[in-house]
């Protein structure tokens, strides 16, 4: 009997140990699970951190540009007219050359030839750059192109129509940069009066 009680004593010692044993066991995968977030957490924040510096060096490299394109446009700007200037810088020397000629010389007629070479040197010179007279004397008046100043009397033109240009308008290619300053025609008051009063003798005539 007391063969028999040892081993039960025994036994149940066995069973108690591994009874303790499996708690221990049980707790391993909460500690694994702890340090996997603990991983997961450090990730997260070095990609945030990374992202945090792709955002700042994007944002510098955006500044730079702006302050680049804006130094280009500054400088198109200011140097915009360099090539039509290139161009007149000869027609200014040959009107200092014309200005020289003036007390040397006293042939009038050759000066002024001089004078009119320079003249259509300047003028081929725009015209290559796109600007263009417009067309004034004898077109019906257009207050788009045309700048009246003045009205006269003209018996040889319909009334509104351009009878003589004060000072030449421009375009360049398809815009007014100076509309010409024009006198227009308009009838005679006399004639205005006539016809004013043959339209009210008609219009009793109706009635």
Do not use: C, W
């Not at 951190?49 to 680049?68: H, S, V």
């Not at 003036?102 to 300047?122: A, H, N, P």
């Not at 009205?151 to 421009?170: A, R």
Request: charged share 40%.
């Amino acid at each position: 009997m007391e063969e028999i009680r040892e081993e039960d004593a025994q036994e149940e010692t066995v069973q108690d140990k591994s009874a303790e044993a499996k708690p221990e066991e049980a707790e391993a995968p909460a500690e694994e699970t702890e340090i996997t977030a603990e991983q997961e957490m450090v990730k997260m924040q070095r990609e945030l951190e990374e992202a945090n510096d792709t955002m700042l060096r994007l944002a510098a490299e955006l500044d730079n540009y702006k302050k680049r394109v804006a130094k280009e446009r500054e400088s198109l700007i200011k140097y915009a007219t360099q090539d039509i200037i290139q161009e007149l810088l000869p027609i200014l020397d040959n009107f200092e050359r014309a200005i020289e000629s003036t007390g040397k010389s006293k042939d009038r007629d050759s000066l002024l030839e001089g004078v009119r070479m320079i003249f259509k040197q300047m003028y081929d010179t725009l015209e290559r750059k796109g600007i263009s007279r417009i067309d004034a004397v004898g077109e019906t008046f257009d207050p788009a192109i045309h700048e009246a100043v003045m009205q006269l009397v003209s018996e040889e033109h319909p009334e509104n129509v351009v009878v003589q240009e004060l000072q030449k308008g421009y375009m360049l290619h398809d815009r007014v940069i100076r509309p010409s300053m024009v006198a227009v025609s308009k009838k005679a008051d006399v004639e205005i009066e006539k016809q004013g009063n043959k339209g009210a003798g008609e219009e009793g005539k109706e009635e």
